[in-house]
């Protein structure tokens, strides 16, 4: 079989792909490679267990928690927050694991496991393959060595949680956001309840949508995926601005008050050089991946801060960070990470940060966002292909060179296989939007046709 373990987790169809003996093997594999410090340490190790509202979340829920308790670990469940929030909350609670039960921006059948070692950071490739090892070592019949009587894990429901995670965000703003009218749009997710709070305790005058979650409606036609509503009710609220988010809420996108996108590598370049102002930022380095805009490069130079690039996956970025000791990285996609205050991307604390900008500036986010002007970039997915061959079939090496020679400096090309849907990405920057789609449209015929 494939790997497990994608970009962010274990992820497919719930009750098909993910299944609760899955979700309940790989619990078990998890607390014996990550628990093992806490039982050094001369204590009952500790975990922490969130999930977004997925109906599925309940019953892969319940096997994550059945599977951490049997291999003697103490569960927290601490019931739908956000990913960051867990992150957070494993880290605060000196947890020695966490588990974050998500697909992000998946649609609502899809469901995902991710583990979380002690202080809330995710999972290196090496503890990601050890515990997948002994979950197929299991699998082929190795016993699991089980605890019996008063050495089985507890289980309890952490309500504090919550509040916890908001006074963490709160307290983190260098300033409030009273005057500001912002609108949210939570994707039916995570961070339904969280988001708005926060918001509205930082003084800001907020509107709601997609905030509703019944457990089915997740990412669907709202969030950080789908931005037409959010545009549409910046526009007729009359609002500074908008703030989407996906279904675990590590993600932050923005709508300007005249209803256009800010993507993430705008939102980086207004935080960079907020934080360069207050003195945080670190090296003066903003670390980036591949997939960031050439625009967001050109800017970076024009201001006179260092760009770091790394592989597409916030985890990549964080490990960057980590190593060097930067601040401030992040993704197009809205993942922005601030190292200092989470550790992962978060959603709400870049929404935050992002609002007390533009309340301590007095300038829209327009204007602050103006810092960096997008080139045109084109992103193709191409379902049901080979993803595992991208980077090895030479037809497509020819075809991608030959669309580099095309575009010369002034574009790029970049093809890569999902970290966690089943596809190849196709993207292609150019000075013009058409020459843009015309490669790309080319590329991903020649996908189709070479792995299909």
């Known amino acids: 079989m494939g790997r497990l373990f994608g970009t962010d987790g274990v992820r497919g169809v719930a009750n098909a792909d993910l299944t609760a003996e899955l979700a309940l093997g790989l619990s078990v594999a998890a607390a014996h490679v ?4 806490g039982s050094f340490r001369g204590h009952r190790p500790v975990a922490v267990v969130g999930r977004d509202p997925r109906a599925s979340g309940e019953f892969l829920e319940a096997a994550i928690v059945a599977g951490l308790a049997s291999a003697g670990v103490d569960v ?25 039960l998500s697909a992000s921006h998946n649609a609502m059948p899809d469901n995902g496991v991710k583990f979380l070692a002690r202080g809330g950071h995710k999972l290196d490739d090496a503890l990601e393959d050890r515990i997948e090892r002994i979950y197929e070592e299991h699998r082929a019949g190795e016993p699991w060595d089980r605890p019996t009587g008063s050495g089985v894990g507890r289980v309890k429901d952490y309500t504090e949680g919550f509040d ?59 969030g950080s995926t789908h931005l037409e509503l959010l545009k549409a009710a910046v526009v007729e609220h009359g609002a500074d601005f908008g703030i989407a988010h996906d279904g675990d809420a590590d993600r932050c996108l923005a709508i300007d008050g005249d209803g256009n996108e800010v993507d993430g590598d705008q939102i980086l370049a207004v935080l960079a050089l907020d934080l360069r102002e207050r003195g945080g930022l670190r090296e003066n380095t903003v670390v980036g991946t591949v997939m960031s805009n050439l625009g967001f490069k050109l800017a970076m130079e024009r201001e ?3 760009l770091v690039e790394t592989a597409v996956g916030d985890r990549y970025v964080l490990e960057s960070m980590k190593e060097h000791g930067y601040a401030l990285g992040g993704e197009q996609s809205g993942h922005v990470i601030v190292l200092d205050h989470a550790t992962t991307g978060d959603g709400t604390l870049t929404g935050l940060l992002l609002a007390a900008r533009v309340a301590s500036t007095g300038r829209t986010l327009a204007d602050l966002a103006g810092v960096m002007q997008r080139l045109p970039q ?9 993803k595992s061959r991208v980077d090895t079939a030479p037809e ?3 075809a991608v060179a030959e669309a580099e020679r095309e575009l010369g400096s002034t574009g790029r090309v970049l093809l890569r296989s999902s970290g966690t849907e089943p596809l ?7 000075a013009d939007i058409d020459h843009a789609r015309s490669v790309a449209g080319r590329l991903a015929d020649v996908v189709k046709s070479v792995l299909g």
Not at 34 to 37: F, G, K, T, V
Not at 80 to 90: D, E, G, I, N
Not at 195 to 207: D, Y
């Open 34 to 37: 990550l628990a093992e410090a």
């Open 76 to 100: 927290l469940r601490v019931g739908v927050l956000p990913t960051p929030a867990v992150a957070y909350l494993t880290g605060a609670l000196g947890a020695d694991l966490g588990v974050m």
């Open 164 to 222: 916890q995670y908001v006074a963490h965000l709160i307290g983190v703003l260098p300033n409030r956001l009273d005057g500001l009218k912002i609108v949210l749009d939570e994707a039916h997710g995570a961070a339904a309840w969280v988001s708005p709070e926060a918001f509205s305790r930082a003084g800001a005058e907020i509107v709601t949508i997609g905030a509703q979650p019944d457990g089915l409606n997740i990412n669907d036609g709202c």
């Open 304 to 306: 006179g801060i260092n």
């Open 378 to 386: 084109v992103l193709v997915n191409v379902p049901d292909v080979d």
């Open 396 to 398: 497509l090496a020819a």
């Open 424 to 430: 190849v990405r196709v993207m292609v920057e150019a």
